[in-house]
């Protein structure tokens, strides 16, 4: 079987573990050539010499994905590198404050907003006009708990993936609109994962008094695989979803219903389903 994304240039940010680093490592082994980006250049060098010597493709950039001049060299570096980006994955994030709100420290709430909101925007803001220049290309902005519903005593976590959301229907629609349809983006959760960031829910006395909910979820395995996220990226990246184009897709919820998704595309679009909207009376 071919590999399904050969010849594909792709970044993800957030690489350096958890879900991002997944979902390079499953890049890579199916034939993209993988730019692996975070702040931490020791973890992203350790995964990059791991593809490689698996027989992918891959370099490590690191990247504040608040800092504008940082995300601008990652760009020119992957381009020296490997030529135009064919597939942007915005994974970066972060889950700082823990606690009700009112009792929030502002930086800490704020960081979360920078980082999963300024951070997203700002890699997207730059990748666009280099795949506009090519004529190609598509981004996927990664959401999470908060995009559909309240996420309690995470709020600056959960009102920046409900963000991310929004964001991503704006753009899909200014993209559209300026004839720009050859660029596709979408929004995708990648359910709930154990990771670094999770696991402060039974790591930390935060984590245990206030998330004890998702704790429980921890502790009894309720947890899913990165691998899903990991999937639907792929998918994405070979175009067969393309009708999602400004959409949220679930990689939990959507991993039984994977295969059928092309063929509910159109009718997705038509009922305006997986879209952030006020609910209406009935």
Not at 94 to 100: C, E, F, M, Q, S
Not at 179 to 203: C, L, Y
Not at 218 to 233: C, F, G, K, M, R
Request: proline content about 4%; overall charge negative; hydrophobic content about 40%.
């Amino acid at each position: 079987m071919a590999a399904r994304l050969s010849d594909q240039t792709v970044i993800i940010t957030g690489a350096s573990r958890g879900i991002g680093r997944t979902i390079a490592k499953m890049c890579a082994t199916e034939g993209a050539r993988v730019a692996v980006t975070a702040r931490n250049y020791d973890h992203l060098k350790s995964l990059a010499d791991e593809i490689n010597s698996e027989g992918g493709t891959a370099i490590p950039i690191a990247v504040d994905v608040t800092q504008r001049d940082q995300i601008g060299r990652m760009l020119t570096a992957v381009d020296e590198a490997f030529g135009p980006v064919d597939l942007m994955v915005n994974n970066a994030g972060t889950l700082n404050h823990v606690g009700p709100s009112w009792e929030a420290d502002p930086d800490e709430w704020w960081q979360d907003i920078q980082i999963n909101v300024y951070g997203l925007f700002l890699c997207n803001r730059m990748t666009i006009p280099p795949m506009l220049k090519a004529g190609k290309g598509r981004i996927i902005n990664v959401t999470g708990g908060g995009a559909g519903s309240p996420f309690p005593f995470v709020s600056g976590y959960a009102t920046g993936k409900a963000a991310v959301v929004r964001f991503t229907e704006n753009l899909a629609e200014e993209l559209d609109r300026a004839g720009e349809e050859a660029i596709k983006v979408f929004s995708i959760s990648p359910g709930f994962v154990r990771t670094d960031m999770t696991e402060t829910f039974i790591n930390t006395e935060k984590g245990r008094k206030w998330m004890d909910y998702m704790a429980e979820r921890l502790n009894t395995n309720q947890d899913i695989s990165p691998t899903h996220a990991a999937e639907l990226v792929i998918r994405i990246g070979t175009g067969v979803l393309d009708a999602y184009h400004g959409r949220y897709l679930h990689a939990g919820k959507d991993a039984a219903i994977l295969d059928d998704l092309p063929e509910q595309g159109t009718e997705t679009v038509m009922n305006d389903y997986r879209v952030l909207r006020f609910t209406k009376p009935s």
